[in-house]
């Protein structure tokens, strides 16, 4: 009876675990991933990994498409390769988001490295502590350029930056120092910049974020200035656009709404107005005036402006965090000491807040003063008194709006046909804590489900406990309690519960499209953060409008001011995409504005302060949100293809097909190597088998939902094992006869229309290297016994056929005819390399011409300039009526001066141009050498082979 073979799964699982970079070299990494990928998705992680000399690409999709997903595909394809020096480099909020999305969507594991993590790892030996074997290493912009040169020693196959904008000024003289020590450092390195807006005030920076990944593509600053400086007219924004063409790729959000991939809901704001109590007004008042001195022990010196701000974060969530921070800091006082952040703090994302607000420049605690003990003992007794009005307040404005409303909302989210649902943020776990008390004791007792960043409550643990004993056995189980334990809370949410309340940090990195309501019972400053609230619920695969809830302090002007621009400016809470990208990228990050608005808390003590302050700050976003330079970036970065939507669909079909293809073989792998396992497939088509008492399938929601194990070529999955054991057997001479009839899965033209041929095959593997860059292929050398030609295609489509496989005495393979066979395969394949190699180094020529213009064209400039002003003082001079001999004689020199500079320049031109091209020429010298080509091939089987009906 026909089966599956040792020889089967030996090509197939060469041909599954090719490296390249087209499309069925990047199979392997889709296989892998746990999500629903888009084809503009596939599109910009082909297109990053695309040129045989890697220096990188910026991705700037509009905001909402995936940027998060683009690069995890970039990340899964080096990590298939083996290459696995990634660091990602990432704003301190989105440290522990990325490290989950990354297990959870493509099971690769990453390390954060932070102060306490790079220190226990220095105590541990490691001399280079960012470099974490099999771990992608994420680090913050702030930490990353505090260790400069720890990133320099290591040689790092990948370097993403997300929010990358922040990087866009870097070739100012007056950029952060930051900025500048992350670029230095990482020089020469393979780069991703992600980021909705490249460009924001200015072409300029645009440049900058281009200097970073590929600093030839462009001549220098002057040059780049001077070229597209001012206003470009649409001529010039045209020729930038075709030199941005191999480094940039941009996806509009209309566009794949139009090619029917994303079906975007909206989001619909609501507010609910309160009025705090005449006691809560009074401790709020009182408080914020104690912080606003300069003269407390507490709070009054620079170094604890930090601390500061957390308290102030506490003071705007609910009097019962306050009570517990104030008996915090008074226990430290009383010690004679000064409070620091984990002193005050109950905001679990504490520590990222520090990392974002401490620069290379501040990063020291400062010397403390003394303490006077006759200050301390005046302090202490006045917070005392706060501590005990604060104690006093049982019940909070907001909660019992909370509360009144809370019903009325839910009712709205079941007519709309969402889930009876609610996720509450607040940034206090203090304030947490209080919300679960309020809600259980008002009719929600039993239906309230925590995250914050311990999970420590016994309610959690008994719901992880609960979830770990169903999933047992399954993928489900990562192994790393903190993702466990999110997942078992969001499970639990999604099943049973009514409410989540989450804190910043817990919330990172989860995914609740199944709830449709968010209330934010207090708001963070920062609008970035805001966004990651909204995009937990708003996001891919939400089926209705989510309902966005803030609560709104009548009494507290300040807290009105934030709200009014995060609402009417960032536009967070309405619309179908939340925040734009024109006003998120007018700030670097969301701490600059945080910072701005803690600043007006500080300083400004009435109504009238207050608004002016934030009269203020409106007009500094008004100014950086510039119509003319949103109009120019739209003429420039909505570019690459007119006829994307086209392109779009095309790639859908192809990634379905391609990918239907991949599973096809894997589980053909599956057949041939595990004799005892029983295939069959599931009702919606997927391909399952049972093996050893538990089920696995190639589809990852079906294998999560039935808790099944997910089928993939992931590091210690049965899937590599499998592969892995077969590309390592050496296999003999054999006869293999392939039965048709015994292939049920449709129809196979191609090979269908051989049947009764025979012939020999000899099967190689030819990896094609370069200084950068390998691809492989696999050799198929056919002969027909009647001569017929049967290409690459048709063999590929031989193996996933049935056969018997035997060894037979005395056979010999037609060497010389197989070998000729070889030979034109072999010649096919590095044609088509040198080809390619060829095209490549042409456009690399273009471009470093290019760039020689570009320098060529500034020096011309500069001496035009020297010219123009030369004949402007020679006019000036002759038509200054009344000017003394002494006059004219100094005005005479400077014009001479100046003459003699045009002069110099006009004198080294000639040399600086032959300099330039000479640069230009070793450059392309280095390339076209590096470009050179190494074929290795390693022969794998020989068989004989017969197609019968």
């Known amino acids: 009876m026909a089966d599956y073979t040792a020889y089967h799964s030996q090509y197939l699982a060469h041909r599954i675990t090719l490296e390249g970079v087209n499309e069925d070299a990047f199979a392997k990494s889709l296989s892998t991933a746990?999500?629903?990928?888009?084809?503009?998705?596939?599109?910009?992680?082909?297109?990053?990994?695309?040129?045989?000399?890697?220096?990188?690409?910026?991705?700037?999709?509009?905001?909402?498409?995936?940027?998060?997903?683009?690069?995890?595909?970039?990340?899964?394809?080096?990590?298939?390769?083996?290459?696995?020096?990634?660091?990602?480099?990432?704003?301190?909020?989105?440290?522990?988001?990325?490290?989950?999305?990354?297990?959870?969507?493509?099971?690769?594991?990453?390390?954060?490295?932070?102060?306490?993590?790079?220190?226990?790892?220095?105590?541990?030996?490691?001399?280079?502590p960012f470099e974490v074997d099999n771990h992608v290493v994420v680090t913050s912009y702030e930490f990353g350029a505090l260790k400069a040169d720890d990133l320099r020693k290591t040689n790092w196959n990948l370097v993403i930056f997300d929010e990358a904008h922040r990087l866009r000024n870097v070739y100012r003289k007056s950029a952060s120092k930051r900025a500048k020590a992350l670029r230095d450092a990482l020089t020469g390195t393979f780069k991703l910049l992600l980021t909705a807006t490249p460009l924001q005030n200015s072409l300029m920076e645009l440049y900058g974020l281009v200097s970073i990944v590929d600093d030839k593509l462009f001549g220098d600053e002057a040059s780049f200035k001077?070229?597209?400086?001012?206003?470009?007219?649409?001529?010039?924004?045209?020729?930038?656009?075709?030199?941005?063409?191999?480094?940039?790729?941009?996806?509009?959000?209309?566009?794949?709404?139009?090619?029917?991939?994303?079906?975007?809901?909206?989001?619909?704001?609501?507010?609910?107005?309160?009025?705090?109590?005449?006691?809560?007004?009074?401790?709020?008042?009182?408080?914020?005036?104690?912080l606003q001195r300069k003269d407390t022990i507490a709070f009054g010196a620079k170094p604890n402006q930090l601390v500061t701000l957390v308290v102030r974060k506490i003071l705007g969530s609910s009097t019962?965090?306050?009570?517990?921070?104030?008996?915090?800091?008074?226990?430290?006082?009383?010690?004679?000491?000064?409070?620091?952040?984990?002193?005050?703090?109950?905001?679990?994302?504490?520590?990222?807040?520090?990392?974002?607000?401490?620069?290379?420049?501040?990063?020291?605690?400062?010397?403390?003063?003394?303490?006077?003990?006759?200050?301390?003992?005046?302090?202490?007794?006045?917070?005392?008194?706060?501590?005990?009005?604060?104690?006093?307040?049982?019940?909070?404005?907001?909660?019992?709006?909370?509360?009144?409303?809370?019903?009325?909302?839910?009712?709205?989210?079941?007519?709309?046909?969402?889930?009876?649902?609610?996720?509450?943020?607040?940034?206090?776990?203090?304030?947490?804590?209080?919300?679960?008390?309020?809600?259980?004791?008002?009719?929600?007792?039993?239906?309230?489900a925590l995250m914050n960043g311990q999970n420590n409550d016994l309610e959690s643990q008994a719901i992880y406990a609960d979830w770990k004993e169903r999933h047992e056995g399954s993928d489900a189980i990562s192994g790393s309690k903190t993702a466990d334990m999110k997942a078992a809370?969001?499970?639990?949410?999604?099943?049973?519960?009514?409410?989540?309340?989450?804190?910043?940090?817990?919330?990172?990195?989860?995914?609740?499209?199944?709830?449709?309501?968010?209330?934010n019972f207090d708001l963070p400053w920062n609008p970035q953060r805001v966004e990651?609230?909204?995009?937990?619920?708003?996001?891919?695969?939400?089926?209705?409008?989510?309902?966005?809830?803030?609560?709104?302090?009548?009494?507290?002007?300040?807290?009105?001011?934030?709200?009014?621009?995060?609402?009417?400016?960032?536009?967070?809470?309405?619309?179908?995409?939340?925040?734009?990208?024109?006003?998120?990228?007018?700030?670097?990050?969301?701490?600059?504005?945080?910072?701005?608005?803690?600043?007006?808390?500080?300083?400004?003590?009435?109504?009238?302060?207050?608004?002016?302050?934030?009269?203020?700050?409106?007009?500094?976003?008004?100014?950086q949100i510039k119509a003319d330079v949103v109009d120019a970036r739209g003429k420039l970065m909505g570019?690459?293809?007119?006829?994307?939507?086209?392109?779009?669909?095309?790639?859908?079909?192809?990634?379905?097909?391609?990918?239907?293809?991949?599973?096809?073989?894997?589980?053909?792998?599956?057949?041939?190597?595990?004799?005892?396992?029983?295939?069959?497939?599931?009702?919606?088509?997927?391909?399952?088998?049972?093996?050893?008492?538990?089920?696995?399938?190639?589809?990852w929601p079906l294998a999560d939902e039935q808790h099944w194990k997910f089928f993939r070529l992931a590091d210690g999955n049965l899937a590599s094992t499998l592969t892995a054991k077969a590309k390592l057997r050496t296999l003999?001479?054999?006869?293999?006869?392939?039965?048709?009839?015994?292939?049920?899965?449709?129809?196979?033209?191609?090979?269908?229309?051989?049947?009764?041929?025979?012939?020999?095959?000899?099967?190689?593997?030819?990896?094609?290297?370069?200084?950068?860059?390998?691809?492989?292929?696999?050799?198929?050398?056919?002969?027909?016994?009647?001569?017929?030609?049967l290409d690459d295609e048709v063999i590929d489509r031989l193996f996933l056929v049935p056969a018997t496989?035997?060894?037979?005495?005395?056979?010999?393979?037609?060497?010389?005819?197989?070998?000729?066979?070889?030979?034109?395969?072999?010649?096919?394949?590095?044609d088509e390399a040198d080809q390619a190699n060829a095209e490549f180094l042409a456009k690399e020529t273009d471009k470093l011409d290019n760039y020689a213009d570009d320098l060529e064209k500034a020096a011309d400039a500069e001496i035009k300039a020297l010219e123009d002003e030369i004949k402007a003082k020679r006019k000036e001079l002759r038509t200054t009526p009344g000017l003394s001999v002494a006059d004219k004689v100094e005005r005479q020199r400077a014009i001479k001066k100046l003459e003699g500079q045009r002069d110099e320049l006009m004198l080294s031109k000639f040399q600086r141009k032959k300099d330039i091209r000479k640069e230009v020429e070793d450059l392309l010298d280095a390339i076209q050498a590096s470009l050179k080509l190494t074929p290795q091939q390693t022969p794998l089987f020989t068989i004989r082979w017969e197609i019968r009906a």
């Open 320 to 448: 019962f965090a306050v009570a517990q921070t104030l008996d915090s800091i008074l226990q430290r006082l009383n010690a004679m000491q000064r409070p620091t952040v984990e002193d005050v703090s109950d905001l679990d994302d504490a520590d990222e807040i520090a990392e974002e607000w401490t620069s290379n420049d501040d990063a020291g605690e400062g010397a403390e003063a003394s303490i006077d003990p006759a200050r301390l003992k005046a302090e202490i007794a006045e917070l005392e008194a706060y501590l005990a009005l604060a104690r006093s307040i049982n019940i909070n404005a907001k909660g019992e709006k909370l509360i009144g409303v809370l019903d009325d909302v839910l009712e709205r989210i079941a007519s709309l046909g969402g889930k009876r649902k609610a996720v509450i943020f607040t940034e206090s776990v203090r304030t947490q804590k209080y919300l679960a008390d309020l809600l259980a004791a008002n009719g929600y007792a039993g239906q309230i």
């Open 805 to 830: 496989a035997s060894t037979v005495l005395g056979l010999t393979p037609p060497k010389e005819a197989i070998d000729a066979a070889e030979a034109l395969a072999r010649k096919r394949r590095l």
């Open 34 to 128: 746990r999500v629903d990928m888009n084809p503009h998705q596939v599109d910009a992680a082909l297109f990053a990994l695309q040129p045989p000399i890697p220096r990188g690409a910026i991705l700037a999709d509009e905001v909402g498409l995936g940027k998060t997903i683009e690069a995890g595909l970039v990340i899964a394809q080096r990590w298939a390769e083996g290459h696995r020096r990634i660091l990602l480099v990432v704003p301190a909020s989105l440290r522990k988001q990325w490290t989950q999305e990354l297990f959870d969507k493509f099971g690769i594991p990453a390390f954060i490295l932070e102060a306490k993590s790079f220190k226990e790892r220095q105590k541990q030996g490691h001399a280079r």
């Open 732 to 789: 003999p001479l054999a006869s293999l006869t392939f039965d048709y009839s015994a292939y049920g899965n449709g129809v196979l033209a191609n090979v269908k229309q051989h049947i009764g041929r025979s012939g020999w095959l000899r099967v190689s593997r030819l990896a094609v290297r370069t200084a950068n860059q390998t691809v492989e292929h696999l050799l198929t050398s056919v002969v027909a016994d009647d001569g017929t030609v």
């Open 532 to 623: 990651q609230r909204i995009g937990r619920c708003h996001r891919y695969g939400q089926v209705i409008d989510v309902l966005v809830v803030n609560f709104l302090n009548l009494k507290n002007r300040a807290e009105e001011r934030v709200f009014e621009l995060l609402d009417k400016k960032f536009k967070l809470f309405d619309g179908v995409f939340g925040a734009s990208d024109e006003v998120l990228g007018a700030i670097e990050s969301g701490t600059d504005f945080e910072r701005r608005v803690f600043e007006i808390h500080q300083s400004a003590r009435n109504k009238e302060e207050i608004d002016a302050e934030f009269d203020r700050l409106q007009a500094e976003l008004d100014e």
């Open 226 to 290: 001077t070229t597209y400086g001012g206003r470009p007219d649409p001529a010039t924004l045209l020729i930038l656009r075709d030199r941005l063409r191999p480094i940039c790729r941009r996806t509009l959000r209309k566009d794949v709404q139009e090619a029917g991939h994303i079906n975007y809901t909206k989001r619909i704001p609501v507010t609910f107005k309160f009025e705090p109590h005449d006691n809560e007004v009074k401790l709020y008042e009182g408080l914020s005036a104690y």
């Open 489 to 519: 809370i969001v499970e639990a949410f999604r099943e049973s519960k009514t409410i989540l309340l989450a804190t910043e940090s817990g919330a990172e990195g989860i995914n609740l499209q199944f709830c449709s309501l968010l209330m």
């Open 639 to 699: 570019f690459f293809d007119q006829d994307v939507v086209r392109i779009l669909k095309s790639r859908k079909e192809t990634i379905d097909r391609m990918m239907s293809e991949f599973e096809e073989r894997l589980i053909t792998i599956a057949r041939a190597e595990l004799a005892g396992a029983t295939f069959s497939k599931h009702t919606d088509g997927s391909p399952i088998f049972v093996h050893g008492g538990e089920t696995w399938t190639t589809g």
